[in-house]
């Protein structure tokens, strides 16, 4: 037997107790993080947090809805840890109100409003299919609780339309649910946010009026951290990611800016 093998069966337990050391280590830095999500961001975010687990080895819980909705299960004492809201109103107020933390809040995305329908030739690029007759329901989010729904009163409104269209008005509670009256033609068609209707610049179905930015606010849409991730290595690592190369490709290549 060599000098080398000698000393192999003494070398094991050094070998497996570094091993072990590193999977406890590793398994001790991994963190969780609970994110709650504006619904018309649902399709990027999901790729962003499975582009952020893959690069910190934490894990992301990701829950969509409106952003009225998360306002109220904050205050209410949700354990959510991050903000991505759908204006930059409620993360503001979320700051003053001390639910989330001073100086963590800015603007990860700016969402252009669409109107949408399934059929490819009702909506022309002026969108003036709205002074027609030629449609029984329009969808919109509930514009107290998503900003996207308020966005689309307020161009119809602009255009004079507002008081004419209002019986046909459906509503859903969130921007997900006003598309899929549309999707499921229960409308002929609503205001969406142009993220759930384009992929790389391309519109998926149907036909698309990108309403003018003049004719409504700015989308601007805020992510904040919020009290219970104050000491979170994940909730701080994700928002620090949002600000990186991979998540902005991400996002612009969904329909957004900056």
């Excluded at 409106?66 to 004492?77: E, L, Y």
């Excluded at 602009?158 to 549309?182: F, H, S």
């Excluded at 009290?227 to 290549?253: E, H, M, N, V, Y």
Aim: net charge neutral.
């Amino acid at each position: 037997m060599s000098g080398a093998d000698c000393v192999k069966p003494a070398r094991w337990p050094l070998i497996v107790g570094v091993l072990i050391l590193w999977v406890l280590t590793n398994s001790a830095q991994a963190d969780e993080v609970n994110v709650a999500v504006a619904a018309n961001f649902t399709a990027p975010m999901q790729k962003i947090a499975a582009a952020f687990e893959q690069a910190s080895g934490h894990r992301v819980l990701l829950s969509f809805g409106s952003t009225g909705n998360f306002q109220a299960q904050i205050r209410n004492g949700a354990p959510f840890q991050l903000l991505l809201a759908a204006d930059e109103e409620v993360p503001a107020q979320l700051e003053r109100d001390g639910f989330a933390v001073s100086g963590t809040r800015f603007t990860y995305a700016v969402g252009r409003l669409v109107l949408w329908s399934t059929n490819p030739g009702l909506v022309e690029d002026k969108g003036e299919i709205l002074r027609s007759d030629r449609f029984e329901h329009i969808a919109i989010a509930n514009p107290r609780l998503a900003p996207y729904g308020a966005a689309g009163l307020a161009v119809l409104d602009r255009l004079g339309l507002l008081e004419r269209l209002r019986p046909k008005i459906v509503q859903g509670d969130n921007i997900t649910q006003a598309w899929q009256l549309v999707a499921t033609g229960n409308a002929a068609l609503g205001f969406v946010a142009l993220s759930q209707v384009q992929l790389d610049g391309k519109l998926t179905s149907g036909s698309a009026w990108i309403v003018p930015e003049s004719l409504h606010a700015q989308i601007r849409q805020d992510a904040v951290l919020l009290k219970p991730g104050k000491d979170s290595a994940a909730a701080a690592g994700l928002l620090q990611f949002l600000k990186g190369d991979t998540a902005r490709r991400l996002i612009r290549a969904s329909g957004y800016s900056f």
